[in-house]
């Protein structure tokens, strides 16, 4: 195994090399331009929309269901055990480049959930079908194809190999053995029963455990993480000077980056921010091509803000929960260095209650990609190979939690860049298409205002 692990050690700093990186920055920076800032000037309105979207159009879910399992698959053990690897490995800094990626991927979100509704097709059983192997195919052109199954192909092993199910069920059995001792036979046995009965009901069943959970978990881990931070009040300040001055100097990670000392820092934090929020990863416009609506950017708007929610938001408060603390410096690693945070200000229940959240982050980040997954296979295969899919997926989920923690999650980064690459290239060449139904939209809703105001004239 440890021969193993170095080769994809070897693999992952190749694929995360130079190259991800600045096709992953330069993807975002442009399509901020082509939308004008618009993860600035436009993103209290997304909020805003999440609620009060009109749900007209095609789709087999609400805009708000479709966000919610686009969320479930996004806030999950990325927002508390990859906070603590990336500043394990790359130190505080790492939290820096986790929010710049996040700007970046702000807009890069938008474009892709855009695209997902322009080019969605309606499949042989009657459901909607996007995504980037979708608009790559038919946005590109067919003689894309190729890069269209390709993105498939390591989007269904993405699903099944790394991100979606072994790093999941791996940090729930490891939180739930460390705070209430379960047995990982039984964590895992159930786990897999608990997924195999929501997971075979198809989306419906996936999007409407997801709408219920989500919220609920957000907001606990949002209150308790808050109050770790609000305990450490007169301590931010300094944490966030240490934050930006280990993203740039040598204490936050040896190695070279073009000459640089701080690879580690940069590297760590885009990659488990991408593996967080998945802003460019192009697996949250599978489910947003679902969404029920007829305008491509509003559905962009929505998409997006689960970059901000996921980054901004939950990973900013696992990562100032364990720098305020202090724990980042200490022997543990994983979910339970953010467990040695929580219980250095709640001492009875705060282990207890992070161990909650981890469940149920990672349980729905197992359904969102169980979605994914199924997907891409069913464009590979066609919809025979759903059940399969599914069958298997529930089967890795219960073998998940007995492989080595640092080789699931070198995997899951490995399979992540996979799929990152066709869809920023499809992002880039239809960058264009982005910047016409933006404007588009924002006319039509100019249009829209102009008629009120002179019917109340």
């Known amino acids: 195994m440890d021969v193993d692990l170095d080769c994809l050690q070897i693999i992952k700093k190749i694929i995360w090399g130079v190259p991800m990186l600045v096709l992953l920055m330069g993807t975002g920076l442009l399509l901020t331009i082509r939308v004008n800032v618009l993860q600035i000037t436009k993103l209290p309105m997304a909020l805003k929309l999440i609620f009060t979207a009109p749900n007209e159009g095609e789709g087999d879910v609400s805009s708000f269901k479709s966000l919610c399992t686009a969320l479930a698959a996004t806030i999950g053990t990325g927002n508390i055990v990859g906070v603590t690897t990336a500043i394990a490995a790359g130190g505080p800094g790492a939290l820096f480049w986790m929010w710049v990626a996040a700007f970046f991927g702000i807009a890069t979100k938008y474009a892709e959930g855009l695209l997902s509704i322009k080019y969605r097709i309606v499949d042989a059983k009657g459901e909607m079908s996007g995504g980037p192997m979708r608009y790559i195919e038919l946005g590109m052109g067919a003689k894309y194809k190729p890069l269209a199954k390709l993105f498939a192909l390591f989007g269904a092993a993405a699903g099944i190999m790394g991100i979606g199910t072994t790093t999941q069920a791996n940090s729930i059995k490891d939180a739930l053995q460390g705070s209430f001792g379960i047995d990982p036979v039984w964590s895992s046995s159930i786990l897999a029963l608990v997924v195999a009965l929501v997971v075979l009901g198809g989306l419906k069943s996936i999007a409407t455990v997801s709408s219920a959970v989500v919220p609920f978990m957000a907001v606990v881990y949002f209150l308790f993480g808050s109050g770790i931070v609000l305990m450490h009040w007169n301590q931010i300040p300094a944490a966030y000077d240490l934050i930006v001055a280990s993203a740039f100097n040598c204490q936050a990670a040896i190695g070279g980056f073009g000459g640089a000392l701080f690879a580690n820092a940069i590297r760590s934090g885009v990659a488990r921010g991408i593996f967080s929020n998945e802003a460019g990863l192009g697996s949250a416009p599978i489910v947003s091509a679902a969404a029920t609506t007829k305008w491509p950017a509003e559905q962009g708007l929505i998409s997006m803000t689960g970059t901000f929610l ?24 994983g979910a339970r260095m953010t467990q040695e945070a929580w219980s250095s200000v709640y001492p009875l229940a705060g282990p207890h209650i992070m161990t909650v959240c981890l469940t149920l982050f990672a349980f729905t980040t197992i359904l969102g990609w169980a979605y994914y997954g199924e997907r891409c296979m069913s464009y590979l295969l066609g919809i025979k190979a759903t059940l399969p899919y599914r069958i298997a997926y529930v089967i890795v989920v219960g073998i998940g939690p007995f492989l080595p923690l640092a080789f699931v999650w070198t995997l899951a980064d490995i399979t992540n860049g996979l799929m990152a690459f066709p869809n920023l290239i499809a992002l880039v060449f239809l960058s264009g298409v982005v910047a016409s139904e933006t404007k588009i939209y924002f006319k039509h809703l100019a249009d829209e205002k102009r008629k009120r105001d002179e019917r109340n004239r």
């Open 310 to 333: 996921d980054t901004m938001v939950v990973c900013t408060i696992s990562g100032l929960s364990i720098i305020l603390t202090g724990v980042w410096q200490g022997p543990h690693q």
